[in-house]
């Protein structure tokens, strides 16, 4: 009952709260992390990006693995590819994170080096960059950088508070508001950035990466979360309900067919692995 009434009170935040803001015209970067499984809606994504996206992109930037299919796909494509080690230091077996839960051994790994790759920073030209799930579509416009600069967010109904106990470890932050900042997407300007990563480290005299990794609880499956870190963190910002639909294989289309099915009452539509299991 508590779900339910949470969903309805998003809900009428989305109705009440949504509007149109102006897009800056300054260029940003955008940064998509993959792996192989992601192909299949990749280039629903980039679609989503190219069409959607109100402002203007300079580079599309993939950050993976040196898989011969993605290698391809991006050389198809016009894609600028990057090794995801290079921009980390660090790959997901060498990372290890192996989580128990339910009796069961789970290796988040390359969950969180996908995390650690948006907030790198050390992508693009750009001083700000659009970071988006590769298995997320836009189906609507979306503004990510006002035109007096201040970024916009998009807020779901989530709520998962292992993701605010780190936020607190990590920056001293305590998370206000019922709403999250999880939203398969985010604007990220390397200065505030920047101040992130300081905060991190006078808080945990470690390196921002090295204190993720040493303030996770390995009881968690998900204990960790790049765009609620961020989103709370920066202080200055607008906000907009993400008005996203969760999607099963099955109702995966060319784009305009999905931008005619969902894009009425859809801003966005995610195809994320775990719902196909």
């Known amino acids: 009952m508590k ?76 894609l600028t590819y990057i090794d995801e080690q290079s921009v980390t230091g660090i790959t997901p077996e060498e990372l290890n994170m192996k989580i128990t839960c339910g009796g069961k051994i789970i290796d988040r790994s390359g969950w969180l080096v996908q995390q650690f790759i948006k907030l790198s920073g050390d ?19 979306h503004t990510f950088i006002s035109q007096n600069g201040k970024p916009v967010f998009y807020m779901t109904h989530e709520s998962h508070q292992p993701y605010y106990k780190m936020l607190t470890k990590l920056t001293g932050i305590v998370k206000r508001g019922k709403r999250s900042y999880v939203a398969h997407k985010m604007i990220i300007n390397k200065e505030q950035l920047a101040s992130l990563h300081r905060c991190i480290h006078s808080r945990t005299n470690e390196n921002w990466l090295q204190a993720i990794i040493a303030a996770y609880d390995r009881t968690q499956v998900s204990g960790f979360s790049e765009y609620e ?43 994320p692995e775990y719902y196909n299991h």
């Open 229 to 271: 870190t961020y989103g709370n963190f920066v202080k200055d910002k607008l906000k907009l309900p993400c008005k996203q639909r969760t999607s099963r294989y099955k109702d995966l289309a060319d784009y305009n067919s999905l931008v005619k099915r969902f894009g009425k009452n859809y801003k966005s539509v995610t195809f």
């Open 123 to 141: 992508i693009g030209t750009c001083r700000n960059y659009l970071c988006i799930d590769a298995d997320h579509v836009l189906l609507q416009p």
């Open 3 to 78: 779900r339910f009434l949470h969903k309805v009170i998003y809900w009428l935040y989305s109705v009440f709260n949504d509007k149109t803001i102006a897009a800056a015209t300054e260029e940003i970067d955008v940064v998509i992390p993959v792996i192989k499984k992601d192909l299949p809606v990749l280039p629903l994504c980039l679609q989503g990006v190219r069409t959607c996206v109100k402002h203007p992109i300079k580079n599309i930037y993939i950050v993976a693995p040196p898989q011969a299919e993605i290698l391809s796909f991006c050389a198809s494509n016009g």
